[in-house]
């Protein structure tokens, strides 16, 4: 098992370009979620996902986009990317509520200059 | 809300010295409780956790014990080595809150030969 992957791990943007984030999971999953880490922030839910065809805004989602058309997978997009967006970004997934554990991707730094 | 506070780092240590890092937090009824670690370029793994007031989770030689007259969950080990150099988060999960863990902001430990 791959466990939760994730692309791209490296991306520079402009500001004002966009790009879109992949997550992945091969754990037949049914929650997935996308945080952001900055310095002395900890991390911060951007959008969440209970299953497939479903998201839900968390603590941070403007600016962000999600979609999950498939279990398995779980995308970010910036639209119109922002100095203030630069991040490193995590996805995680988990089995399901009580016995509930995260399972997190390796993350992506993003910087937009 | 729900709510994670850690004790302010970094923390540098000596190898074989006592580690401590505080962690209490704030919600109604009884949340699941949990210590996540994420080693230098990684994303974050599950180091322990406890579902109920004074259980103790165990891991690696890490300990924690959940205790709910206190609000806390303190992370402890007897006797660190140069490789448990990493970022620490305490997190909680509450039943209700959409699925969401509630992190600290981290601790950043570094334990010197």
């Known amino acids: 098992n791959a466990g939760v992957t994730q692309t791209p791990k490296f991306r520079v943007l402009k500001t004002g370009q966009s790009m879109t984030l992949l997550c992945a999971q091969d754990?037949?999953?049914?929650?997935m979620y996308w945080y952001r880490q900055d310095p002395g922030m900890g991390l911060r839910l951007i959008h969440y996902?209970?299953?497939?065809?479903?998201?839900a805004k968390g603590e941070v989602p403007d600016g962000y986009n999600v979609s999950r058309l498939k279990k398995q997978n779980f995308l970010l997009g910036l639209e119109s990317a922002a100095p203030s967006q630069t991040s490193v970004y995590f996805c995680?997934?988990?089995?399901?509520?009580?016995?509930?554990?995260?399972?997190f991707g390796p993350g992506t730094r993003l910087t937009v200059t | 809300g729900n709510s994670v506070t850690q004790m302010e780092g970094p923390v540098t240590l000596s190898e074989e010295a006592f580690l401590t890092i505080n962690c209490t937090y704030t919600?109604?009824?009884?949340?699941?409780l949990f210590w996540y670690v994420q080693y230098p370029g990684e994303g974050l793994q599950l180091l322990l956790k406890a579902t109920k007031a004074d259980d103790k989770g165990s891991n690696k030689g890490f300990e924690a014990t959940y205790r709910k007259e206190t609000t806390s969950f303190h992370l402890e080990k007897g006797s660190v080595q140069v490789s448990d150099s990493a970022v620490y988060f305490c997190?909680?999960?509450?039943?209700?809150?959409?699925?969401?863990?509630?992190f600290g902001k981290g601790t950043l430990l570094t334990v010197n030969p």
């Open positions: 754990m037949n999953h049914e929650y």
């Open positions: 919600a109604t009824g009884y949340p699941s």
């Open positions: 995680a997934s988990a089995y399901r509520v009580p016995s509930y554990e995260q399972y």
């Open positions: 996902s209970v299953g497939e065809g479903t998201t």
């Open positions: 997190a909680l999960y509450r039943g209700g809150s959409n699925y969401k863990l509630t």
